[in-house]
């Protein structure tokens, strides 16, 4: 059987027994098992039966490999949850073809279980993002209690404003639909990165006040034009600025510090490259260096290390999405001495 599959440069793992090839899926996670019948002690079919059983490897095909071919054989071996046949004596053509069927179903499964999972995701990535906008009503709801009756007007304005966001963050579950093969479908226009992070900065600035917080906003004078999808792009400065201010302890000082940066590009032909590089500057607990990684994964839910705040891992896994998507970088680093700079970096 090796012989006959050596050419197709797959990776194989052998056990001798049903016992040792449970031992050894504890190790590897293969995509196909080809499974004798006929073992001293524990048979090919209890074997199938309890990966079957098993919760992470039920969804790996299984061909049993026997020389029984009685309809109660069959009929036992559908039971135990076999995917596929292959009587002995068998040849390499059938074998290689019955393999590659396998394959292409465990193919197709893996890749509906990651859209799934991506979904469920940026589902719950979405609803993280609503508690911004939640939080700046509550606040403009006790401010316009708190200096009624002259500034009612502008307070009801800004609650609108982010009744809308609200809103949008629904409109933004149909996003979802957007996804192709793990990556979001951009949809791209030209934006003024600098804009759409003023437009941020300015929800924000209730939340800065009533903490107490110095906001200290320092954009360049001009633009930066790119091709990207704004409605993204607002979900990454909601998030970077949300977690800058709910993190950062009142009477601190958060900085949003905008850099269009020109790079000379040596080639072929010298061009005149420009990257916008924007830090989001905080004095809250800070990120321990050993997860300036595992932060942006949405696997990996870092602590806050506060009983009061929300994890932000999902929040943070959704910007590195979405900056991947549009070839840029996303990082962090420590903000001496206290707190943390993230950086978003667009050319």
């Keep these: ?124 990535m979405i609803v993280h993002d609503i508690r911004s906008p939640l939080s700046s009503i509550m606040i403009y709801c006790d401010l316009a209690e708190a200096y009624l009756p002259e500034d009612i007007p502008n307070h009801i304005s800004t609650i609108r404003t982010e009744t809308e966001r609200l809103n949008s963050f629904l409109t933004d579950m149909l996003m979802m639909a957007k996804m192709e093969h793990g990556r979001f479908m951009l949809t791209r226009t030209s934006e003024d990165i600098v804009r759409l992070l003023k437009e941020s900065t300015n929800s924000y600035q209730a939340m800065a006040r009533f903490k107490n917080i110095d906001f200290d906003i320092q954009l360049p004078g001009e633009p930066f034009i790119a091709y990207i999808d704004a409605n993204l792009w607002r979900r990454v400065f909601d998030n970077l600025l949300s977690n800058a201010l709910k993190f950062s302890p009142s009477d601190s000082h958060v900085q949003v510090k905008v850099e269009v940066e020109h790079e000379t590009i040596q080639g072929d032909f010298v061009t005149d490259e420009k990257r916008v590089c924007i830090h989001i500057i905080d004095e809250g607990p800070g990120i321990p260096t050993e997860h300036f990684e595992t932060i942006f994964d949405k696997f990996k839910i870092v602590s806050s290390g506060r009983r009061d705040i929300a994890q932000v891992g999902l929040g943070l896994a959704f910007c590195k999405m979405v900056v991947d998507a549009h070839d840029g970088q996303i990082f962090v680093k420590p903000n001496t001495p206290r707190g943390s700079i993230f950086t978003v970096q667009l050319a």
């Design 1 to 124: 059987m090796e012989m006959l599959l050596l050419k197709e440069k797959y990776e194989l793992h052998f056990a001798t027994n049903g016992p040792e090839a449970l031992e050894l899926l504890e190790s590897i996670s293969p995509d196909v098992i080809l499974l004798d019948v006929m073992m001293p002690g524990m048979d090919g079919f209890e074997v199938c039966r309890r990966l079957k059983q098993h919760p992470i490897w039920q969804h790996i095909p299984i061909i049993l490999v026997t020389a029984l071919d009685t309809k109660q054989d069959l009929a036992t071996g559908l039971d135990s949850g076999a995917d596929d046949f292959l009587h002995k004596p068998f040849n390499g053509l059938e074998l290689r073809a019955r393999v590659r069927s396998m394959l292409r179903i465990k193919h197709r499964h893996d890749e509906l279980e990651a859209a799934l999972r991506l979904r469920e995701d940026l589902s719950n």
